[in-house]
């Protein structure tokens, strides 16, 4: 199959996959919101929150290890799954004799609990995507998805359970997926204690563990920014920057999907003579997309804003434009971290993360404290920036990519004519901004518009041929 053809394939099932559970998060909030008291909805953020953060520490991020070694033809998958099963096991012990030090940790059960099953269900679903099984990937997040929406109403709606409940709901949502991929994978067939092997163990702990602080600083870098407007700003202006926030990561939670592809392309691709071509052509549909995508949320920024949120948080229109920019950095330095993660060179993901983290708290504590909650989200767009340039060249000693920069020019004059448009009070002005920053994106992007809209139309009449 076309590598592109292959990688398209490999988005839409994913998108499959992941578009119940991001949609839910989305549907599920009015319902916890209602039958969780404001002290349990807090509770069970921080728990999701921790179980975040720490699942990366107490697995020694050997789930990422399991799907990148899995993919690598010169090794055994059954062989990486079991000693990546290993290195998760001796994690265990280690977190167990723990426990009796942290137990007076709020919810320290629970969160241990989460993080052990959740580690199991994402080391096979990472490993079933590794080794070609990508409808099972994708079926085991449709199924996680109506299990907990069936849970949720059994547990909260009518018996009232609340925190436990929820919590509950969680766990069998893990519970039952982990039965689901253990039976569609014959993990009994993949696993044997014959294959571990502690040279391999060293190989995947090289790899895995530079990622542990990768991902914290990762992290770090997205919420330290809160923490600064809280500081800074007071509660409400945090409220705002939260609500803003929800109208970019529509476009971030597309790109995410879209990564569980263009990892596994990117690691197939890697050593191919044409993969700098690939990579480049890769990188250059992902930058046009987004700054589609971002142009148009920035010029009806306003409208939507004031389409779904309430009128107390109207001002957060004031904050969109700066996260939507960000979206693009921060996308672009993710698929560049992918280099890394192809190239087995994670320390390079570790050092670059660190670099953006940095910058991101020093220019939070400049501009948070003069500009409150859109100071912090300048400070977001110039970190990612500045991340993304940082790794676009230290990359190149792996994969020679090229940009168009000519393009990236166009689409920040375009940015920069939405952004005046919108804080501009001349009507006028803003109207004829807006309408050149639309035409200005749309004219240097005739060719992928034209071939998006004649696939569609394609698509459409197609299915209404067939009817007839």
Do not use: C
């Not at 190239?343 to 220019?363: D, Q, R, S």
């Not at 990359?395 to 020679?400: A, E, I, L, P, Y």
Request: charged share 10%; aromatic share 14%.
């Amino acid at each position: 199959m076309d590598k592109y053809k292959k990688l398209l394939n490999n988005s839409l099932l994913f998108a499959i996959g992941n578009m119940g559970t991001k949609v839910l998060t989305f549907l599920m909030v009015p319902l916890y919101t209602r039958l969780l008291s404001t002290a349990d909805f807090g509770a069970s953020d921080l728990i999701t929150t921790m179980v975040n953060v720490v699942t990366p520490i107490i697995t020694l991020s050997s789930i990422d290890a399991v799907f990148r070694f899995a993919l690598d033809k010169t090794y055994n998958p059954a062989k990486v799954l079991t000693n990546g099963f290993v290195i998760s096991a001796f994690s265990l012990v280690i977190s167990t004799i723990a426990i009796p030090f942290v137990w007076k940790v709020p919810h320290i059960g629970v969160i241990f609990t989460l993080t052990f099953l959740g580690a199991i269900v994402n080391m096979m679903q990472e490993y079933s995507r590794a080794i070609g099984y990508i409808r099972v990937f994708a079926f085991t997040g449709l199924i996680s998805t109506v299990v907990t929406i069936i849970s949720n109403l059994i547990l909260l709606v009518v018996l009232r359970l609340g925190l436990t409940g929820f919590l509950l709901s969680m766990v069998i949502a893990l519970v039952v997926s982990a039965i689901y991929l253990s039976v569609f994978l014959k993990v009994w067939r993949h696993f044997s204690l014959r294959f571990v092997d502690f040279t391999m163990v060293k190989k995947m702990l090289a790899y895995s563990i530079p990622l542990i602080p990768n991902t914290l600083s990762w992290w770090l870098s997205s919420a330290s920014s809160r923490i600064f407007v809280v500081t800074f700003a007071g509660v409400a202006a945090n409220g705002l920057f939260a609500a803003a926030n929800k109208l970019p990561s529509i476009v971030s939670i597309l790109y995410s999907i879209f990564t569980q592809a263009w990892q596994m392309s990117a690691v197939e691709e890697f050593e191919d003579e044409k993969g700098s071509k690939f990579y480049s052509n890769i990188l250059d549909l992902t930058i046009r997309v987004l700054t589609i995508g971002i142009v148009f949320l920035i010029v009806f920024n306003k409208f939507i804003v004031h389409l779904l949120l309430s009128q107390e948080y109207f001002l957060a229109w004031t904050i969109v434009p700066w996260l939507a920019v960000s979206v693009l950095y921060t996308s672009i330095a993710s698929f560049l971290g992918t280099i890394y993660v192809a190239a087995l060179k994670t320390k390079g993901v570790l050092y670059t993360t660190i670099f953006g983290a940095i910058i991101n708290v020093a220019l939070n504590l400049i501009l948070t404290k003069s500009f409150g909650a859109v100071g912090a989200a300048i400070s977001t767009s110039v970190a990612f920036l500045l991340l993304s340039v940082v790794r676009f060249f230290d990359t190149q000693k792996f994969m020679k990519i090229e940009v168009n920069w000519k393009y990236l020019a166009i689409s920040h004059l375009a940015f920069l004519m939405a952004f005046v448009a919108n804080y501009i009070h001349s009507p006028q002005v803003t109207a004829v901004l807006s309408l050149v920053s639309i035409l200005l994106i749309i004219i240097t992007n005739k060719k992928l518009l034209t071939t998006i809209f004649g696939s569609m139309n394609k698509f459409i009449t197609t299915k209404m041929s067939w009817k007839h």
